[in-house]
């Protein structure tokens, strides 16, 4: 699957997912430190991502927790677009996570090539800016209103995202968003418990019949706290875990992990095993062998 993002294009092999990193620019996410961080910092924290291995850079201007207030579109829209012009001339593909459509034209016309929409399109009208601007979309299933939480009575919660994501990627394309622009996410931890999380992640192949390329955000979400019984910092080992489902995926996958480095070497390793990849012949280099003085590289990622 070639996905179209604007002039670009990105190609979604099965059994190789690409990698889309996060940058909050906000200082009350759920997962890093809090606090206000400057654009220098930010545009940093992007390019350490790409150099880890993301393709394409997920930009957000609004904390999805459901503890704090909506923040004013102005508000948002400065955050968000001095970013993304940075990043977008320094040649990176930029998504921007976002329910409004206001933020998403101001993002689109910045440089963005993706809009990552984890409302449902509770404003259809970010899908025509999407089909405008020839950018990507992605639809997200959820049954909870933007900035709030609930915990649906779900008869069969895949059969839900089935119906709600096939239906809502309908309307999106009647708005002019080609079939490959666009990725369905089925919304871990979305008006989900965590156990209707796993539940998506074991039967994501139904999810999958819908024939669009997923994207899935796994990244330190609940459920891995759940499993792992760890808070947000703790749980990127568990994330890695949650990987094997996106390998299924016949139309290829995009996988939004926080640690893109973790994540780029599991996939590498795996693919190495499983034979899709080759191994340098001889022993490892020696400058591989031992950590250098000072350490290095070889440690964790900043956040």
């Not at 320094?90 to 996570?97: N, P, T």
């Not at 008006?191 to 997923?214: H, I, M, N, Q």
């Not at 609940?222 to 489902?245: K, W």
Request: overall charge negative; charged content about 20%.
């Amino acid at each position: 699957m070639t996905l179209r993002l604007g002039s670009g294009t990105l190609a979604l092999e099965p059994g190789a997912p690409a990698l889309m990193g996060i940058v909050n620019a906000t200082p009350d996410s759920f997962s890093d430190a809090p606090g206000a961080k400057p654009l220098a910092t930010l545009v940093e924290r992007a390019e350490a991502l790409v150099a880890d291995g993301a393709a394409i850079v997920d930009v957000g201007g609004e904390s999805g927790r459901t503890d704090r207030a909506t923040v004013p579109v102005e508000v948002e829209v400065e955050r968000v677009v001095p970013l993304v012009e940075a990043l977008a001339g320094r040649g990176i593909a930029v998504s921007v996570d976002t329910w409004r459509a206001p933020v998403a034209r101001a993002a689109l016309a910045a440089g963005a090539v993706l809009i990552n929409d984890v409302s449902a399109l509770a404003e259809p009208e970010i899908a025509s800016a999407c089909a405008a601007a020839g950018a990507g979309l992605v639809v997200t299933h959820t049954r909870a209103a933007p900035k709030t939480k609930a915990f649906p009575a779900y008869d069969d919660v895949v059969a839900d995202a089935v119906a709600l994501l096939g239906e809502r990627a309908a309307v999106a394309r009647e708005l002019g968003v080609a079939a490959d622009a666009l990725l369905l996410d089925p919304g871990i931890d979305l008006a989900k418990t965590p156990a209707e999380s796993v539940a998506l992640l074991r039967r994501l192949d139904e999810v999958a019949a819908l024939g669009a390329p997923l994207l899935l955000a796994i990244s330190r979400k609940d459920f891995v706290g759940a499993i792992t019984g760890r808070p947000p910092a703790g749980r990127d080992p568990g994330t890695l875990g949650a990987i094997e489902p996106a390998l299924d995926v016949a139309a290829g996958c995009l996988l939004r992990v926080h640690d893109v480095r973790a994540a780029a070497d599991f996939l590498a390793v795996r693919a190495a095993l499983r034979g899709r990849a080759d191994v340098a012949p001889g022993p490892l280099p020696e400058a591989l062998r031992r950590e250098a003085a000072g350490g290095g590289r070889g440690g964790p990622p900043s956040q």
